[in-house]
C-alpha cells in the first residue's frame, strides 16, 4: 500500500527554516520518494515510519496530511502523449 503525503509550510515561518527544511527533504526525503507536485510525494508504506519522524522535527512550522492509498493514477500526464 502506498502513502499519500501533502505538506505545507505556514506562511510566517522564517526563511532560515524553510532553508534546513527543504534542504533536508532533498536529501533524505526526496531519495526514497515519488514527488508528484511541489508538495505532494506518495512512498511505500516501509518509508511511514522515518517520514513521519522527519515532518515531526518540523511540527511547528508545516502542516502535513497522509492518506494511504491502494492505487492512483495519472488522468492527464502530458510526457505519456508525445
Do not use: G, H, P
Not at 502513502?3 to 531519495?31: A, D, E, G, P
Not at 526514497?32 to 519522524?53: A, G, H, M, Q
Not at 496530511?65 to 495519472?74: C, D, I, L
Amino acid at each position: 500500500m502506498d502513502i499519500l503525503y501533502i505538506y505545507t509550510i505556514k506562511s510566517k515561518t522564517k526563511n532560515t527554516i524553510k532553508r534546513r527544511f527543504y534542504y533536508n527533504f532533498n536529501n533524505l526525503i526526496l531519495k526514497k520518494t515519488n514527488k508528484i507536485f511541489r508538495s505532494v510525494f506518495y512512498t511505500d508504506e516501509k518509508n511511514e515510519i522515518e517520514i513521519d519522524k522527519f515532518f515531526n522535527e518540523y511540527a511547528d512550522w508545516i502542516e502535513v496530511f497522509k492518506a494511504k492509498v491502494n492505487s492512483f493514477e495519472y488522468l492527464i500526464n502530458k510526457n505519456k502523449l508525445q
